[in-house]
């Protein structure tokens, strides 16, 4: 499946933003899915994930409480809800998607596992 992200932008400290992830396919039920990030100067991380059945997830703690993923299985489409932004959340967010796995195994998705979106820029300014 290819995946493309979109919904970055610059926004200022506290605000929200939504970001989405389109499949170019009808089967994302059948995926866990999961978004990283990668920060200026820093390697990626994992920022949130679904199981394949979307009823587990799973968030780092930094976002945990503030980030919400959820998707759209008859629209194809994955999202990640923003809230109270900080500096900190300044990156490049990346959606990737694996089929029949958990939102436990996305968790520590390896860069060449799976399909992967091309990322978009979330740039908060304080």
């Known amino acids: 499946v290819q995946l493309q992200a979109s919904g970055g932008g610059l926004v200022q400290a506290g605000s929200s933003l939504t970001l989405s992830c389109v499949a170019s396919?009808?089967?994302?039920?059948?995926?866990?899915v999961a978004w990283f990030r990668q920060g200026p100067g820093k390697d990626r991380e994992f920022v949130a994930a679904q199981s394949w059945s979307g009823g587990g997830t799973e968030y780092r703690d930094s976002v945990k409480g503030r980030f919400t993923i959820s998707r759209d299985n008859a629209k194809n489409i994955v999202y990640l809800q923003m809230t109270n932004l900080k500096p900190e959340d300044t990156a490049v967010y990346y959606c990737?998607?694996?089929?029949?796995?958990?939102?436990?195994?996305?968790?520590?998705?390896?860069?060449?596992?799976?399909?992967w979106g091309q990322g978009t820029l979330v740039t908060v300014s304080s």
């Open positions: 396919e009808d089967n994302l039920r059948t995926y866990a």
């Open positions: 990737a998607a694996v089929p029949g796995t958990s939102a436990q195994a996305m968790s520590v998705l390896r860069p060449r596992v799976g399909s």
